[in-house]
């Protein structure tokens, strides 16, 4: 998992936070994107016109896993990332 992580970090992928609104402000990675859940199905087109590969974060890595299967099932390329810690610590500070 780290090494697909580092691959679509690499090749330049946003990271798509999945969380409520409330755990995104008591922390998330700086500069990824804030989409709860929930509202996913409304946002594809938005989603899509990043025009960049994804990867899905949240608590634990549910929610992710959720928004990984429903974005990859609209042909965008998406892998599951997570706990947002786990990804955050890979992503480059500015």
Known sequence: MVEEIKEYLAKGAIVLDVRTKEEWDEG????????????????IERIKSWGKPIIAVCRSGGRSGQATQFLANQGIDIINGGPWGNVDKHVSKK
């Open 28 to 43: 998330h990675t700086e500069g990824a994107e804030h989409i709860v859940l929930t509202v996913i199905p409304s946002e």
